[in-house]
């Protein structure tokens, strides 16, 4: 008899990435016999990503944004109905804390430490509450970075509570990351040489410190440009950075595209930057772009931090965290190079290697 899995996400994929878990896993999943439900906020960036990348054997149940306490009862009936053998949350917030069935286990995923965000007491007093509750909450704990799974260690051990854990990060779809593309209007010339950043634009992501970085590069090699995919609160600021500076020709920002035009873009850079700071925020978080990168095989200028240097470890390009000085040397350093490959192998970081530990994760720790 199959296994029922049903994942329960929380917002548009176009601003949280809870979801990309669930569709990444769905397909794999059903291939290892396992009947497959994701509960999703009815968007249409949510219904366009499920028809891209889920096929017609997953069940799909959308639900309508409200309240914490409305999606959290639309939840509720759509699992009383299902009567599945886990609930998987792709994020232990309020909305998320469903009621299960008897037998149900539930394992929930770590992707960030919201306690160590630049909170008031209050708010992290909250969260710290939030995080020991997703403990006793959870038959298992799935942690999206190295930093989280040691920290999740150290707190079961601290109230004497031993869970089931599992390191499990990010990964990328290869359906999607290597499809046929239809040619974008982007122009590049044979001598120029293409930067390329992708992710939200918000000012502790690293953004600033790109342009910045830029500025400076533009003056000593113009060859050198900087192409900025996504969106955010600090976008326009961006873009006023850039006029302000006249940085045109050197720096594009196309906005958010969507995840099929992505190869387009991605095929057509020499480089990627992941830019991380030193807080414990980006110790703990694990960026999915990251993993999106890795089948191009392009350098990636990043931080020996967290999940990139985990990932990366002696094949990347390194800088200071915040330092425009130190990701422009890390940049000119690598245009005077011959070789622009990554010699790494992709394919433990595709979806369906991770579905696969996942697989045999639940298979030894509950006996299935």
Request: glycine letters at 4%.
């Amino acid at each position: 008899m199959k296994k029922k899995i049903c994942f329960v996400t929380t917002g548009d994929i176009k601003n949280i990435a809870t979801a990309k878990r669930a569709l990444g896993m769905a397909n794999p999943l059903h291939k290892l016999g396992w009947d497959v439900h994701i509960l999703m906020e009815d968007t249409p960036e949510n219904r366009h990503r499920v028809a891209l990348e889920c096929n017609t054997n997953i069940h799909v149940h959308y639900f309508t944004a409200g309240s914490a306490l409305k999606e959290i009862r639309q939840k509720n009936k759509i699992i009383k109905k299902l009567q599945p053998d886990y609930v998987y949350l792709c994020a232990f917030v309020i909305r998320n804390i469903v009621s299960v069935p008897t037998k149900c286990r539930i394992l929930t995923e770590h992707s960030e430490l919201q306690s160590c965000m630049n909170n008031s007491l209050l708010k992290e007093w909250r969260f710290r509450l939030t995080e020991y509750y997703s403990i006793f909450y959870s038959d298992g704990l799935l942690n999206a970075s190295k930093y989280l799974q040691s920290f999740y260690t150290q707190r079961c051990k601290r109230i004497r509570i031993k869970k089931p854990m599992l390191y499990f990060p990010y990964a990328y779809n290869r359906n999607i990351c290597t499809t046929n593309y239809t040619p974008i209007p982007f122009f590049k010339k044979p001598s120029d040489k293409y930067f390329l950043y992708m992710g939200r634009f918000v000012i502790n992501y690293g953004c600033f410190t790109l342009v910045q970085a830029f500025k400076k590069i533009h003056t000593i090699n113009p060859s050198l440009k900087l192409l900025l995919i996504g969106n955010g609160n600090a976008y326009q600021k961006v873009l006023s950075y850039i006029k302000e500076h006249n940085l045109e020709e050197t720096i594009q920002a196309t906005g958010y595209i969507e995840e099929e035009e992505i190869p387009a873009y991605f095929s057509k850079a020499d480089a990627f930057i992941s830019p991380m700071n030193d807080t414990i925020q980006d110790w703990a978080r694990c960026p999915s772009k990251l993993y999106m990168y890795l089948p191009y095989r392009k350098p990636i200028i990043t931080c020996r931090i967290g999940e990139p240097y985990e990932v990366l470890k002696e094949l990347g390009v390194y800088f200071e965290p915040s330092n425009v000085d130190s990701l422009t040397n890390a940049i000119l350093r690598l245009a005077e190079q011959d070789q622009w490959t990554l010699d790494i192998n992709s394919l433990e970081h595709e979806w369906k290697y991770r579905t696969h530990q996942f697989h045999q994760w639940i298979t030894q720790t509950f006996k299935v």
